[in-house]
């Protein structure tokens, strides 16, 4: 079975903090994603990377970076973290074939 | 990728076989059509996935009209843990350097005891 993780399942920060999101996979899959869930915007994709150090800007980049020194792992940096940045992280891992593999998410609140 | 068209919402009793209808009539010949959950305040959950003949694995079967303008995925057993929301999404396999999954807002199904 595919094993994402993600560092938190629940985070509080506040405004203007810097913010890691981790994620990890098991699979020794090419592909990483984050993506960001809103209630009415369903799952809007913020970056991805194809490989190690590779990385391409999804659909809504603004106000976040991304970094993947290790095949296994793709971390997602708020560089000053505001409240509307307040959402639910998702990581998703993807081989070969197009389907891909969630992470458990993460809940982020920006006070 | 082709649109998708889901019902908002269905129920189905604990035990019965549930049926998620989706339609999409713009497909073409070389998508195919991935059915994905999400159970609330988890990560999505791929299930199954076909292009024309119909599909089954542990979790679910996977219908397609001959037409391939719909599909239906069925729970045969469905359980109270199997209430989520569920998404029909269509596309090519390869994508190349398109990896992005669209989701819709899919249909809520409630499995009721």
Known sequence: ?111 | DAKTTQPTSMDCAEGRAANLPCNHSTISGNEYVYWYRQIHSQGPQYIIHGLKNNETNEMASLIITEDRKSSTLILPHATLRDTAVYYCIVRVRSGGSNYKLTFGKGTLLTVNP
């Open chain 1, 1 to 111: 079975d595919v094993k994402v993780t993600q560092s938190s399942r629940y985070l509080v920060k506040r405004t203007g903090e810097k913010v890691f999101l981790e994620c990890v996979q098991d699979m020794d899959h090419e592909n990483m994603f984050w993506y960001r869930q809103d209630p009415g915007l369903g799952l809007r994709l913020i970056y991805f990377s194809y490989d190690v150090k590779m990385k391409e800007k999804g659909d809504i980049p603004e106000g976040y970076s991304v970094s993947r020194e290790k095949k296994e792992r793709f971390s997602l940096i708020l560089e000053s973290a505001s409240t509307n940045q307040t959402s639910m992280y998702l990581c998703a891992t993807q081989g070969r074939a197009v389907e891909q593999y969630f992470g458990p998410g993460t809940r982020l609140t920006v006070t």
